[in-house]
């Protein structure tokens, strides 16, 4: 009899210890399950952002654009006709902070329509101001500083980085960096936050991310 109950609740033990190894192998599958969802989720998330940042880079132009027509209209001329091309780098050479003094900030002489009204009313999360604590890094503008004409104020892409803002039209000689030889060029520099548009047209077998009126 007592071998007979030994044998047996070894039988039990060892039955036991199988399902526990079973199940064990089943956690290992149900986590590598878990992970290889969570990377698709987080995928999915990252494709959509990028899907949703490009659309609101494109919506912003669109809207500056329409702003920058309506200053033409009042005025004669775009933001920069005056600028003259010296020496400085193409990169930089009348982009901003011109664009957003010239419609929105003090700048325009009557304002739409000679209303005194701001041609653009990009919200105040939108625009920025050189961080002078990180040289060549932007922070959002606070309430003091939106209506301060003393600073330089930008209008930022989703990606944190200035648009970029350049006349054409009065310039005598067109020059190459004349995107589509319009009045005006005005782009994101996209995602990868280089600034390629400004060089030109892409080479054969390059693509560039920036996002213009072109």
Same mark, same amino acid.
């Given at each position: ?7 047996r ?5 060892r ?6 190894g079973?199940t064990?192998?089943? @956690?290992?599958i149900?986590?590598?399950i ?6 698709l989720v987080?995928?999915?998330i ?7 940042? $490009?659309?609101?880079?494109k ?14 209209? *009042? ?6 006709w005056?600028?003259k091309?010296?020496?400085? *780098?193409?990169e930089t050479?009348?982009?901003?902070p011109?664009?957003?003094?010239n ?5 325009p002489?009557?304002?739409k329509a ?6 653009? *009313? ?9 961080? $002078?604590d990180?040289?060549e890094?932007y922070?959002?503008?606070g309430? =003091? ?8 104020k930008?209008? @930022? ?7 970029f ?8 000689t ?7 030889r319009?009045?005006? =060029?005005?782009?994101?520099?996209g995602p ?5 548009a400004?060089f ?5 077998? $390059? $693509?560039? *991310?920036d996002?213009?009126?072109?």
């Amino acid at each position: 009899m007592t071998s007979f109950f030994r044998t047996r609740s070894t039988g039990q033990t060892r039955t036991a210890s199988s399902k526990a190894g079973f199940t064990l192998i089943e @956690l290992m599958i149900v986590v590598a399950i878990i992970g290889v969802l969570s990377t698709l989720v987080t995928k999915m998330i990252q494709m959509a952002q990028a899907r949703s940042f $490009e659309a609101n880079a494109k919506s912003d132009i669109s809207t500056l654009t329409s702003a920058l027509e309506a200053y033409a209209r *009042d005025e004669g001329v775009y933001p920069g006709w005056d600028m003259k091309l010296g020496g400085e *780098d193409l990169e930089t050479f009348n982009c901003f902070p011109i664009l957003f003094e010239n419609l929105q900030g003090e700048r325009p002489p009557e304002g739409k329509a000679g209303k005194n009204a701001p041609y653009s *009313d990009m919200a105040a999360d939108r625009i920025a101001i050189i961080d $002078e604590d990180f040289e060549e890094e932007y922070k959002r503008a606070g309430r =003091d500083e939106l209506f301060d004409p003393e600073i330089e104020k930008y209008y @930022l892409d989703p990606w944190s980085e200035p648009y970029f803002y350049r006349e054409n039209r009065s310039k005598r000689t067109k020059e190459d960096w004349m995107l589509k030889r319009r009045g005006f =060029d005005l782009w994101s520099v996209g995602p990868d936050g280089e600034n390629e548009a400004c060089f030109g047209y892409p080479e054969e077998d $390059e $693509e560039y *991310d920036d996002i213009g009126n072109w």
